[in-house]
């Protein structure tokens, strides 16, 4: 998810439409079987683990804030990760509100702060929701050192939140496999290099790594999206899981072309979150499918 700064999600797009649809297509379980050990699968996503973002019901959200997540929980999300603020209540009673549904804000998308007491105003919050993340969605920049020092700073915010018992990580999308800095390299060698696997973990955007992978002219984009997953020194703990239309723009799950049950299978994660940033229909029905599309899925 992106919040209204920086390059707009479609002219990220713009680069990886083309060819690199033809390679996702025919990568994907659209164009052909699946590989044979996907087969009868026993692997399920633990309902326990499943999320969403609350930027995809935003539209919900800035009508009622209230209905939108009771119809969330009624659909069965024990979880959500929060976004856009706490509509005006303080932390302590969007608390209160959400233990009432029985929903857990386990994570929330936090910009860096300002500064330190910004820093420990934001760590107080996450630990009056009971989050278990706080994680940083959305950085963009052509400079190096601009990235270096976003990562710097990560680090010390992280440093901050584990001492107070929390994870702190880092959510991507395409450019970052993308950007030239200077010499080929990238921000994520710089995020992968510079981040302290320590202290900091990652988000993976499934969607928008399989984007990266097409703007990048990977054959299979899917299996671009596992590498980077797979050779991240960070731990890999949570993944948006959001789909992809042919034509390269974000899809409802299960409708698209990304096979996930390639991606789950090299890789389990603690939170599964879905998200449609552009929901098909509604963003209700958007939250039904994701939801009903994680439970039923075998890997």
Not at 50 to 78: E, K
Not at 149 to 162: D, H, I, K, S
Request: proline letters at 5%; glycine letters at 10%.
């Amino acid at each position: 998810m992106c919040y209204g700064y920086g390059p707009s999600r479609r002219s990220l797009l713009a680069a990886g439409l083309g060819l690199g649809a033809a390679a996702l297509a025919a990568a994907s379980p659209a164009a052909a079987a699946s590989p044979p050990h996907h087969h009868g699968g026993r692997e399920r996503v633990p309902p326990g683990q499943i999320s969403i973002q609350l930027w995809t019901v935003r539209d919900d959200l800035a009508q009622n804030y209230d209905s939108t997540l009771a119809y969330l929980a009624g659909i069965g999300y024990p979880k959500v990760e929060l976004a856009l603020g706490y509509f005006g209540r303080t932390a302590r009673q969007l608390r209160d509100f959400l233990d009432g549904l029985g929903i857990e804000a386990s994570s929330s998308h936090d910009g860096i702060s300002p500064d330190d007491a910004a820093l420990q105003t934001k760590i107080e919050n996450a630990l009056t929701l009971g989050q278990t993340y706080m994680v940083v969605p959305y950085l963009a920049s052509d400079s190096l050192d601009e990235w270096k020092g976003w990562a710097e700073r990560m680090n010390v915010e992280a440093q901050a939140a584990r001492k107070a018992g929390l994870r702190y990580g880092y959510h991507n999308h395409a450019h970052e496999f993308t950007t030239d800095l200077g010499g080929g390299v990238t921000p994520w060698d710089v995020l992968t290099s510079e981040l302290d696997p320590r202290l900091v973990h990652l988000e993976i955007d499934i969607y928008w790594a399989v984007t990266g992978g097409v703007g990048r002219g990977a054959r299979d984009p899917v299996k671009f999206a596992i590498d980077v997953i797979r050779r991240a020194p960070q731990r890999v703990l949570q993944y948006h899981v959001k789909d992809r239309h042919l034509d390269g723009d974000m899809a409802d799950l299960g409708t698209g072309t990304i096979d996930f049950r390639r991606v789950f299978d090299a890789h389990r994660v603690r939170e599964y979150i879905v998200e449609n940033d552009t929901p098909d229909v509604t963003p209700r029905q958007t939250s039904q499918v994701g939801y009903r599309y994680l439970r039923k899925l075998r890997f």
